[in-house]
Protein backbone atom coordinates (compact mmCIF):
# COMPACT_ATOMS: atom_id res chain seq x y z
CA UNK A 1 0.00 0.00 0.00
CA UNK A 2 3.12 1.98 0.39
CA UNK A 3 4.68 1.47 -2.82
CA UNK A 4 1.42 2.62 -4.36
CA UNK A 5 1.09 6.09 -2.05
CA UNK A 6 4.66 7.07 -2.91
CA UNK A 7 3.67 6.51 -6.54
CA UNK A 8 0.80 8.87 -6.19
CA UNK A 9 2.62 11.20 -4.34
CA UNK A 10 5.51 11.36 -7.02
CA UNK A 11 3.31 11.59 -9.73
CA UNK A 12 1.04 14.42 -8.18
CA UNK A 13 4.31 16.05 -7.16
CA UNK A 14 5.99 16.05 -10.72
CA UNK A 15 2.26 17.44 -11.88
CA UNK A 16 2.64 20.46 -9.94
CA UNK A 17 6.01 21.12 -11.19
CA UNK A 18 5.15 20.71 -15.32
CA UNK A 19 3.72 23.75 -17.22
CA UNK A 20 0.60 23.81 -19.16
CA UNK A 21 2.56 21.96 -21.67
CA UNK A 22 3.86 19.00 -19.37
CA UNK A 23 0.11 18.84 -18.03
CA UNK A 24 -1.38 18.01 -21.32
CA UNK A 25 1.42 15.34 -22.38
CA UNK A 26 1.10 13.84 -18.80
CA UNK A 27 -2.20 13.24 -18.70
CA UNK A 28 -2.34 12.16 -22.11
CA UNK A 29 -0.36 9.63 -21.46
CA UNK A 30 -1.78 8.57 -18.09
CA UNK A 31 -5.40 8.50 -19.88
CA UNK A 32 -4.03 6.21 -22.85
CA UNK A 33 -2.05 3.94 -20.55
CA UNK A 34 -5.38 3.67 -18.53
CA UNK A 35 -7.39 3.15 -21.66
CA UNK A 36 -4.77 0.15 -22.67
CA UNK A 37 -4.86 -1.70 -19.35
CA UNK A 38 -8.92 -1.19 -19.14
CA UNK A 39 -9.16 -2.87 -22.79
CA UNK A 40 -7.37 -5.84 -21.80
CA UNK A 41 -9.68 -7.33 -18.98
CA UNK A 42 -12.75 -6.32 -21.53
CA UNK A 43 -10.99 -8.19 -24.78
CA UNK A 44 -9.92 -11.44 -22.89
CA UNK A 45 -13.99 -11.82 -21.60
CA UNK A 46 -15.04 -10.38 -24.63
CA UNK A 47 -14.59 -12.98 -27.32
CA UNK A 48 -15.31 -11.93 -31.23
CA UNK A 49 -18.20 -13.12 -33.10
CA UNK A 50 -17.55 -13.87 -36.44
CA UNK A 51 -19.87 -12.86 -38.82
CA UNK A 52 -22.70 -14.90 -40.71
CA UNK A 53 -22.24 -16.34 -44.16
CA UNK A 54 -24.39 -16.64 -47.08
CA UNK A 55 -25.85 -19.60 -48.65
CA UNK A 56 -23.55 -20.22 -51.09
CA UNK A 57 -21.70 -23.10 -50.40
CA UNK A 58 -17.52 -22.53 -49.95
CA UNK A 59 -15.26 -23.59 -52.43
CA UNK A 60 -12.24 -26.02 -51.25
CA UNK A 61 -8.89 -26.08 -53.33
CA UNK A 62 -8.51 -29.92 -53.55
CA UNK A 63 -7.08 -31.76 -56.45
CA UNK A 64 -9.74 -32.51 -59.26
CA UNK A 65 -8.30 -35.59 -62.05
CA UNK A 66 -9.07 -34.08 -65.10
CA UNK A 67 -11.04 -36.34 -67.30
CA UNK A 68 -11.00 -36.18 -71.46
CA UNK A 69 -14.27 -35.60 -72.90
CA UNK A 70 -15.08 -36.31 -76.44
CA UNK A 71 -16.06 -33.04 -77.82
CA UNK A 72 -19.52 -32.11 -78.24
CA UNK A 73 -22.15 -30.01 -80.41
CA UNK A 74 -23.40 -27.63 -78.27
CA UNK A 75 -20.76 -26.91 -74.68
CA UNK A 76 -22.23 -27.13 -71.63
CA UNK A 77 -22.55 -23.85 -70.16
CA UNK A 78 -21.74 -25.06 -66.77
CA UNK A 79 -18.11 -26.15 -68.06
CA UNK A 80 -17.25 -22.92 -69.61
CA UNK A 81 -18.02 -21.14 -65.87
CA UNK A 82 -16.59 -23.81 -64.10
CA UNK A 83 -13.63 -23.42 -66.51
CA UNK A 84 -13.05 -20.10 -66.42
CA UNK A 85 -13.93 -19.16 -62.71
CA UNK A 86 -13.82 -22.50 -61.14
CA UNK A 87 -16.53 -23.44 -58.02
CA UNK A 88 -19.14 -25.93 -57.67
CA UNK A 89 -20.94 -27.64 -60.71
CA UNK A 90 -23.88 -27.94 -58.62
CA UNK A 91 -24.08 -24.14 -57.77
CA UNK A 92 -23.59 -23.42 -61.48
CA UNK A 93 -26.32 -25.83 -62.34
CA UNK A 94 -29.14 -24.75 -60.19
CA UNK A 95 -28.27 -21.06 -61.01
CA UNK A 96 -28.44 -22.09 -65.13
CA UNK A 97 -31.43 -24.13 -64.60
CA UNK A 98 -33.26 -21.21 -62.81
CA UNK A 99 -36.24 -19.37 -64.55
CA UNK A 100 -37.98 -17.17 -61.88
CA UNK A 101 -36.06 -13.74 -61.99
CA UNK A 102 -36.38 -13.13 -58.74
CA UNK A 103 -34.75 -15.80 -57.72
CA UNK A 104 -31.59 -15.85 -59.64
CA UNK A 105 -31.31 -12.13 -58.80
CA UNK A 106 -31.56 -13.62 -54.62
CA UNK A 107 -28.55 -16.31 -56.28
CA UNK A 108 -26.52 -12.84 -57.48
CA UNK A 109 -27.15 -10.67 -53.92
CA UNK A 110 -26.00 -13.66 -52.20
CA UNK A 111 -23.15 -14.73 -54.48
CA UNK A 112 -22.34 -10.27 -54.49
CA UNK A 113 -22.30 -10.26 -50.55
CA UNK A 114 -20.13 -13.40 -50.51
CA UNK A 115 -17.79 -11.95 -53.21
CA UNK A 116 -17.02 -8.86 -50.89
CA UNK A 117 -15.75 -10.57 -47.78
CA UNK A 118 -13.30 -12.48 -50.11
CA UNK A 119 -9.71 -11.11 -50.73
CA UNK A 120 -9.30 -10.64 -54.74
CA UNK A 121 -7.66 -12.99 -56.61
CA UNK A 122 -8.18 -16.06 -54.19
CA UNK A 123 -10.18 -19.55 -55.49
CA UNK A 124 -13.04 -18.23 -53.60
CA UNK A 125 -12.71 -14.64 -54.81
CA UNK A 126 -13.31 -15.83 -58.57
CA UNK A 127 -15.38 -18.95 -57.35
CA UNK A 128 -18.50 -16.06 -56.08
CA UNK A 129 -17.73 -14.04 -58.90
CA UNK A 130 -18.18 -17.08 -61.41
CA UNK A 131 -21.61 -17.40 -59.52
CA UNK A 132 -22.16 -13.34 -60.25
CA UNK A 133 -21.32 -13.72 -63.77
CA UNK A 134 -23.88 -16.87 -64.31
CA UNK A 135 -26.47 -15.51 -62.49
CA UNK A 136 -26.62 -12.36 -64.30
CA UNK A 137 -25.73 -14.02 -68.04
CA UNK A 138 -29.03 -16.43 -67.18
CA UNK A 139 -31.06 -12.95 -66.12
CA UNK A 140 -29.87 -11.30 -69.63
CA UNK A 141 -30.82 -14.45 -71.76
CA UNK A 142 -34.60 -14.68 -69.77
CA UNK A 143 -34.94 -10.61 -70.65
CA UNK A 144 -35.18 -10.25 -66.76
CA UNK A 145 -33.77 -6.71 -67.10
CA UNK A 146 -36.71 -5.07 -69.45
Known sequence: MKTVQR???SFSDTFRKQGIVGK???ASVTLFVLCCLCSIPIAIMNPSTSTP???IPAVVDTPTQQIELAPTATPNPVDKYLEEYGGMYDVYAEIISLSDCTQLQEKFDI???NNKRETAGT???KATLGYM???DDRMKE???YK
Open 24 to 26: IIL
Open 123 to 125: TNF
Open 53 to 55: QAN
Open 133 to 135: MAS
Open 142 to 144: LGC
Open 7 to 9: FFT
Open 111 to 113: ASE
